[in-house]
């Protein structure tokens, strides 16, 4: 009986992830048809003068590009925000910890939910490819809308050192 109920569970499982893997894929598909719609919507004219004359698109697109971000930009938290555009801002993970005032463990964490948030599959993969994702978006208007400038860190000056450790931090006492 118990092989039965191994079985079972492992169909379940199998047939959970592939019903992941079918919603994954549906919603990315909505996303673009989202995408092309929202284009679509802001180019002017029919749609037969829109498949032979040029059109604005790269305006249209840039704003349906810009959509999407802030879309996914909203589902960030302010913490997760900071750390995102912290890297984006060149720092490393160390000195947004210690800007921050939070560990490097949690920087990584956060980060890793902000580029899972983003669509994007690593650092090095949102500095190559990405570094002027937040340029179409306006410094005021970024820290209106999320709450926190893109550029919150100073900006000429270092990052704090780290805090001394205390001695029980260390493991010793200080004589």
Partial sequence: MKTTMNKVKKNDTQTLQQQITALTARVESLEAALGRMYINAQAPGDDA???T???APATAQANAEREILLMKLDGLTLKRNQIFTATLGGLSYDEI???MQIS???????????LDKMGIASRQVLLTNHPHMLD???DAEYRKRFGVSKRWWPVNTQAPKPRP???ADRGKSSS
């Fill in 104 to 114: 490097v463990s949690t920087v990584k964490i956060q980060f890793k939910h902000a």
């Fill in 97 to 99: 910890a210690n800007l």
């Fill in 136 to 138: 179409p978006i306006g």
């Fill in 53 to 55: 004359q040029p059109r």
């Fill in 49 to 51: 003068a829109r498949s």
């Fill in 165 to 167: 450790r205390q001695a």
